[in-house]
């Protein structure tokens, strides 16, 4: 069957997403089904999403149809709202010919990492979500045949939490990302702690958005891939992935940043070539101009908590230097970082101020079950839905309708922090100007961009027991690993210069 075995593909909990390239073109004999067959005759490039489930938990062909319906629903009523149309690509539900699922189901079984085979993907159904590729230009309608460049980032939570119900005082200070990271090396899912801290990308602050995707390049983990003509060229599985190599990383770019001179190889050129890419990148995040809700949040000026985080390697440094001027925020109000923080802080109680509404809901939920469908727990994400999600009062008045509407800020507040952003950067010619599509500069060329947002499921009502205790164990380890070997070192020190000290006696 003409069915390109994807080369690299990833998935959560509960999807298995086929993208990268050879991409997975839909051939006329095997796709009937009207949607795709539009996509093969103009020749759209596209990517399936199928849910997965552990294999104890089997769901209906109504269940499938329906849970990839509310993802549609969510991306097309809420996140297009917030983050804006340009950005957010929702898709649509399809309905796949079984034969044809069965065996690309068998084709990727081998691709699959071992880590994420406790779950079955769902080859019964026969629905999946058809997505537009968004390693290629979004700007263009039709299949791109110049090279292309896609930086993929999952930049997690940019701010502090700002809530008054946070019980420890270290979460005022160090974020979340920073924290996690001890916990994260302590169990094994990665070598070392990344130099990358969050509110450093989000700051836009030039400087620290350098730093921010320096770290990142330096230690991708799970937050950075580069894939070039949809083949992934950097970016790691898990911790038993090769150490990153710069100078590799460096020939696939050059003909990118450097297309007409011989930029000598060696380090000089692997340095100018990452300080180009860094440059772009930070240019292209800063750019937009894209409508959306998100001004439609109106979070009061205490909704900011601190600029820097504590634990930050950039901060630390400044500091080291003496110099404490680092600014808050400059982002500029359309680019998708912006909207996507706005959007991350409707979180405003932090876990601890939600997890007691949750056991609110719970407790009326255990005691009146037929009321799930009513207050629309789980769907439909419509128009309501969405207007709900915009009061932003956090007032309890002790009521159900409270705690839930809580409860939802805070599941869409944990998709933002958790979606990844896509960078499609496709190189175009001096005089390609006269096309509107937006275009950056680099010292040595210009590419036609595209920016949009990946992993827009809205995280289920159930995970909040394990936010929960995930928060807590975050904060408890790093507060034992790392706070009280930092207060060891500066006791270390006080007793060393103690020691040291000459105590002089009057004669
Ligand atoms: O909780 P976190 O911050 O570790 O985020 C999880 C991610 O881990 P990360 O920290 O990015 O390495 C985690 O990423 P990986 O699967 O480990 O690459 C998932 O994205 C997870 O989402 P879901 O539960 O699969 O929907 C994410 O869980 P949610 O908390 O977003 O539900
Ligand atoms: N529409 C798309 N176009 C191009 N690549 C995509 C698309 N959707 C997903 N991908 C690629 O597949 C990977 C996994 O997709 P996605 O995050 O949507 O699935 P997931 O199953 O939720 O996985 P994860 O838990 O790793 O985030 C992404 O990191 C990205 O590299």
């Known amino acids: 069957m003409g069915v390109g075995v994807p080369q690299n593909w990833a998935e959560s909990q509960f999807h298995c997403c086929l993208a990268q390239a050879p991409f997975l073109h839909l051939q006329s004999e095997l796709v009937t089904e009207s949607s795709l067959w539009n996509c093969q005759k103009d020749e759209r490039c596209v990517v399936l999403r199928f849910l997965k489930f552990p294999p104890s938990r089997k769901k209906t062909s109504e269940e499938i149809f329906q849970h990839l319906q509310n993802i549609v ?48 993907l769902d080859t019964l159904s026969g629905y999946a979500l058809c997505l537009p590729n968004l390693a290629r230009l979004q700007t263009y309608h039709f299949a791109e045949h110049r090279p292309i460049l896609c930086v993929e980032i999952k930049p997690k939570c940019g701010f502090i939490p700002f809530s008054s119900d946070v019980t420890h005082e270290l979460k005022h200070k160090v974020c979340r990302y920073c924290m996690h990271q001890h916990l994260k090396v302590a169990t094994g899912k990665w070598k070392q702690i990344s130099r990358y801290c969050p509110l450093d990308l989000y700051s836009g602050n030039k400087q ?88 439609a949040l109106k979070l009061g000026p205490g909704a ?92 309890d008045d002790g009521t159900v309708a409270f705690a839930l509407r809580k409860v939802q800020q805070y599941r869409v507040a944990m998709t933002a922090k958790d979606c990844s952003i896509m960078i499609a950067l496709s190189p175009c010619l001096q005089d390609a100007s006269s096309d509107q599509r937006p275009v950056v500069l680099s010292s040595r060329s210009r590419f036609a961009f595209s920016v949009s947002v990946l992993d827009l499921d809205l995280k289920p009502y159930e995970s909040i027991p394990h936010q929960y205790k995930l928060d807590g164990k975050i904060v408890n380890y790093y507060s034992r690993a790392v706070h009280a070997k930092d207060a060891d070192m500066v006791s270390t020190r006080l007793k060393e210069s103690k020691d040291c000290t000459l105590v002089l006696h009057k004669v």
């Open 73 to 120: 629903d969510f991306g097309k009523n809420v996140m297009k709202e917030f983050l804006g149309e340009n950005y957010v690509h929702c898709g649509e539900v399809v309905q796949l010919p079984l034969d044809f699922v069965k065996q690309l189901c068998v084709k990727i079984q081998s691709e699959r990492p071992e880590s994420r085979c406790d779950k079955d």
């Open 208 to 295: 620290r958005m350098y730093f921010a995707l320096k770290s990142l390049l330096q230690e991708a983990q799970n937050n950075l891939k580069i894939f070039k003509n949809g083949e992934l060229i950097y970016g790691c599985k898990d911790a038993r992935s090769p150490a990153t190599d710069w100078s590799e990383l460096a020939h696939h770019l050059k003909p990118f940043f450097f297309p007409s001179n011989g930029l000598a190889s060696g380090p000089h050129c692997t340095r100018a070539v990452i300080r180009e890419l860094v440059r772009v990148l930070t240019r292209v995040l800063l750019s937009g101009s894209d409508k959306g809700r998100a001004g």
């Open 304 to 395: 900011q908590g601190p600029c820097v985080c504590e634990a930050s390697a950039f901060s630390r440094s400044l500091h080291r230097q003496g110099s404490s001027s680092l600014e808050r925020s400059g982002l500029p109000k359309g680019c998708l970082l912006y909207r996507a923080l706005q959007v991350q802080m409707l979180d405003l109680l932090d876990i601890e101020g939600l997890y007691p509404l949750y056991r609110r809901v719970e407790q009326y939920l255990e005691q009146f079950p037929e009321q799930r469908k009513t207050l629309q727990v789980d769907g439909p994400y419509d128009e309501a839905f969405y207007q709900k999600l915009l009061d932003l009062s956090t007032e």
